[in-house]
């Protein structure tokens, strides 16, 4: 009679077996290439590929072997198509991985982008998504006063300080200053945001906080549970520091969201549009008022961190993906002096222009403002809104995977049936930007493409743009972003010139989130006419 032990290691050999040998084969996945002869039976090719910092860059060479599908690990697959593809997963259905929780959840409080299931996500967006709507934002006073403000308040007389005596510019972290200045505006309200533009000491102290914790977010995304172990056992895969980094960063937002609080509370809830908090009225009123149909996340915490969560994820995301558009933006115009000519151009047609002169402005005043063009105005421009599909397509802030789980029932994808439940499955902006059949020259920057293109062509680009992804969980924040760096973009070039005077590391970076290598782009600016230069 066989014993114990030898029960054991032959159950053990049976198991092994059926993993590594059998199931592989038998799999309705093994019919999908894979990208790499390990793929069937460890997902360990693409953990190194994540870890070594490669992934979309390999995606992309991968797809353009294989094809539109392809198996990463034994349960998970890439697709590369919109049939069959982005428009099955993303608007069909399929859940988020446990991928965004790991990392995105602020003091422990799932917000909006990291909830896991749709429907309490739908409920949360219902509560919010009529003040980042295209329609709100046109006619929202708040936002045109904050663009005023920002504008000619701050980043111009800094532009204007610059090009007076010279001096070079790190843009990506002035970018940063500006977009978090906006961001946090429309979240708080002017009076209780941020001025990241006029303090850079502490501007750069909360850059150098927020980028001190990217490189750790591999080991809670992707292995959380051989994470926590190894805590458990006194080994931090996560330094302590990115803990600290992460709680001073939350200490910030919560003290903004109760400044607002303390202000409102005090009855000084107005229509002036230089204090209105709009996101944070618009959530704090929804959640109070629909308690009975708020997410159920939303019951197990307190109100004040569910608000705080929500702020935060607005105010990193808002300000990280439209710094790092406009500075590979910039970068582009830079090199091209005869565009920012053209560009010019186009923005004096506006009416009024954004036209600065520092002596028109009396200092002491905040009502002794310039007007500035509508959004409409700004929005039917066909120059600036090329330069922004066009980066948004090449140098697309979020070009990483996304990754979803498939429903409960077999489905289908780019051809293939019978995908089992819960596989992991993802597509990325940068391999569908890159498809040459649809985007001819696809590495080269031509915001021309967008211009010259016939109306069948610029609907099928538009099929394929993914920047701001698609279906009930695309961003909430692009219309807000759109009108945001149009507004600064037409500030800047109707005022000035650009030149790159350092752009060493302005290669992208390969991740998620991908600004520039070297995290700067150094520039000069010079007035138009009368200038400096």
């Known amino acids: 009679m066989p014993s114990l032990s030898a029960l054991t290691i032959i159950t053990l050999l049976c198991l092994l077996i059926y993993r590594y040998l059998i199931q592989p084969f038998s799999s309705p996945l093994s019919r999908i ?22 992934e979309n860059r390999t995606l992309l060479a991968c797809h353009e072997r294989l094809g539109p599908i392809i ?23 399929f859940e988020k991985h446990e991928w965004y929780s790991n990392v995105y959840d602020n003091y422990g409080v799932p917000c909006m982008f990291s909830m896991a299931n749709s429907k309490p996500h739908s409920v949360r967006k219902r509560m919010i998504s009529n003040v980042y709507s295209k329609s709100y934002l046109q006619n929202s006073p708040e936002m045109l006063h904050i663009a005023q403000v920002l504008l000619y308040r701050r980043l111009l007389p800094v532009i ?13 972290e002035l970018n940063f200053a500006v977009t978090m200045d906006f961001i946090n505006a429309y979240l708080f309200g002017l009076d209780h945001g941020s001025n990241f533009i006029e303090d850079a000491p502490f501007r750069k102290h909360f850059l150098a906080l927020y980028y001190s914790r990217k490189t750790y977010t591999f080991w809670p995304q992707e292995m959380p549970r051989l994470t926590s172990f190894l805590q458990k056992l006194g080994i931090r895969l996560v330094p302590r520091f990115v803990e600290a980094a992460n709680r001073e960063i939350e200490d910030w937002c919560l003290s903004m969201c ?10 000084a809830r107005t229509t002036n549009a230089s204090t209105s908090p709009v996101v ?114 090449l140098h697309s802030a979020i070009p990483g995977p996304q990754p979803r789980v498939t429903p409960s ?12 439940p819960n596989t992991r499955v993802s597509a990325l902006p940068y391999t569908l930007h890159r498809n040459a059949a649809v985007f001819p020259d696809p590495l080269a920057w031509k915001p021309e493409r967008w211009l ?31 009108q945001e760096m ?41 007035r138009v006419e009368g200038g400096f230069s």
């Open 160 to 172: 204007e300080s610059l090009a007076r005596e010279g001096r070079e510019v790190d843009v990506h």
């Open 486 to 526: 149009k507004f600064l973009l037409a500030a800047i070039y109707t005022n000035y010139t650009t030149s790159v005077v350092d752009d060493e590391g302005i290669e992208q970076e390969d991740a998620y989130t991908a600004g520039p290598v070297g995290n700067k782009l150094v520039v000069k600016f010079a």
């Open 33 to 54: 290439p894979a990208a790499h002869f390990s793929a069937p039976f460890s997902p360990l090719w693409i953990l190194l590929i994540r870890r070594r910092g490669l």
């Open 258 to 267: 109760k400044g607002v609080e303390t202000s409102l509370e005090a009855g």
């Open 280 to 393: 944070y009225s618009q959530l704090a009123d929804s959640l109070l008022t629909s308690s009975t149909k708020s997410a159920p996340e939303d019951s197990f915490h307190p109100q004040d961190l569910t608000i705080a969560s929500e702020m935060l994820d607005h105010l990193a995301a808002g300000h990280e993906t439209s710094g790092i558009t406009l500075t590979f933006l910039m970068h582009e115009l830079s090199q091209r002096p005869n565009m920012q000519a053209s560009l010019r151009e186009e923005l004096l047609t506006l009416s009024p222009t954004l036209s600065y002169e520092p002596a028109s402005i009396n200092e002491d005043q905040k009502t002794n403002l310039p007007e500035i063009p509508s959004p409409r105005a700004l929005d039917a421009l066909p120059i600036l809104h090329a330069l922004l599909l066009e980066t948004l397509r």
């Open 452 to 482: 010259e293109a016939g109306k069948e062509q610029k609907e099928e680009m538009m099929r394929w743009f993914w920047a701001f992804g698609s279906g009930g969980r695309m961003c909430i924040g692009n219309n807000f972003a759109m």
């Open 409 to 420: 029932t077999p489905t289908a994808l780019a051809g293939y049936s019978n995908i089992p």
């Open 71 to 93: 198996r990463l690990g034994p349960g998970e697959l890439s697709v590369n198509c919109v049939d069959g593809g982005i428009r099955a997963i993303y608007s069909g259905g």
